[in-house]
């Protein structure tokens, strides 16, 4: 079986004693090919470096992180639209959006960054990975404006079927990650009634470990783990989840 696992940060520090080590177990794994996203200007040239040692299986997105706006936000912005121009192999701006967990503080400038680079994004026809914490009544109000004009997935979906409709009629899929899989967690329920089709898988790791792991350091290893649990919850076979989510992968990011 074959998966992607959409939504990686290998390059975090918390991968730097074992880095190769993690991503050959994934590979092992099944898990053939990765996206990592963009966070700031800081984690730039290792996500390049990573990237350019796998190609052909790591995929690059752009983008400035909500949780990296801050009083320097113009500068770190116009760094993720001028690498965005400059560099011309990302399959995706991203990842981008909003997050009021930690603080508000800036929520205003987080605004008018996510938009220019939703903009940037409908100008060069890319789709969008989309970070939402904390904030989705005035994420889903923000995004109503693009409804028809791009593509792309809310990454980390743990909503409700309610949340989900709203994200299925902008027209974005959504990505199921470890959190699928702990106890009483109610998006189990919801993928229930998610159509297969509107699924990628992903890990975010090195954050939200699935079970049996929880407590450890994440890494795409675990994307098997992820789609067992949904193709228990729907009640198909475990080839069908991986056969489908990795289409789904591959049309939306053109792999």
Known sequence: MRFIDTHTHPYDEAFDEDRSEA??????????????????????KIQRELATCY???AFMAMGLHPTSVSSNWRKELEFALRKLEEDGDYVAVGEIGLDGYWSREFINEQKQVLEAQL????????????????????????????????????????GSIE??????????????????????AGVAKTVVEIPLEEILLETDSPWLTPAPHRGTRNESSYIPLIANKIAECKNIPLSQVAAVTTRNAEELFKL
């Open 163 to 184: 949340t989900y409709r709203r994200i299925r009629r902008l027209g974005f899929k959504v990505g199921i990650g470890g959190v699928v899989t702990f106890k009483n």
């Open 55 to 57: 190609t052909g299986t």
């Open 23 to 44: 991503l050959q177990r994934a590979l092992d794994a099944g898990v053939e090919r990765w996206i990592f996203p963009g966070i700031d200007s800081s984690t730039y």
């Open 119 to 158: 903009d940037y994004a409908v100008k060069k026809s890319l789709p969008v990975i989309i970070h939402e914490r904390s904030t989705t009544e005035e994420m889903l109000d923000l995004m109503e404006k693009y409804r028809g004009k791009l593509s792309g997935v809310f990454h980390a979906f743990t």
